[in-house]
């Protein structure tokens, strides 16, 4: 067994559960209505992200299709970051409110598991032999 097979695992045990926890906290926005504070099309993207972050999330954790899953992930968090960025206008961190700094973190572990594969561990492995 190689290190790096194990550091890819721990990315994906960590990637993996940090979008799955946070995409079915999203679900319960399929009950609420639009309104000035969430607009139409906020909540449409709110509504899709609690798909594809939980499926993302578990296909990355699993190791199934890993290098796609991982780069879907990367592109949502590329999205957080504009909207920090561009609307919320955060820096990357401040000493008394949370800045953009995790979704940057998040955004380097998909990227570098969109680059590298899901390793020895991954179910890729298994079905697809890589």
Same mark, same amino acid.
């Given at each position: 067994m190689q290190l790096s097979d194990l550091a890819l695992l721990l990315l994906r045990i960590g990637l993996g559960t940090v979008?799955?926890?946070?995409? $079915?906290?999203?679900?319960?926005?399929?009950?609420?209505r639009p309104s000035a504070q969430m607009p139409a099309g906020l909540?449409? $993207?709110l509504r899709l992200l609690?798909?594809?972050?939980?499926?993302?999330?578990?296909?990355?954790?699993?190791?199934?299709l890993t290098q796609p899953a991982?780069?879907?992930?990367?592109?949502?968090?590329?999205?957080?970051? #504009?909207f920090l960025i561009v609307k919320a206008h955060r820096p990357f961190t401040t000493e $008394?409110?949370?800045?953009?700094?995790f979704e940057f973190m998040l955004l380097v572990v998909a990227?570098?598991?969109?680059?590298?594969?899901?390793? #020895?561990?991954?179910?890729? #492995?298994?079905?697809?032999? #890589?």
């Open positions: 979008f799955l926890v946070h995409g $079915t906290a999203k679900r319960k926005l399929w009950k609420v909540l449409r $993207t609690s798909i594809a972050e939980p499926a993302g999330g578990l296909a990355v954790l699993v190791g199934f991982a780069l879907g992930l990367a592109l949502v968090m590329l999205g957080a970051l #504009r $008394t409110a949370a800045g953009w700094e990227l570098a598991l969109a680059l590298m594969g899901g390793g #020895r561990f991954a179910l890729d #492995r298994a079905l697809f032999g #890589r």
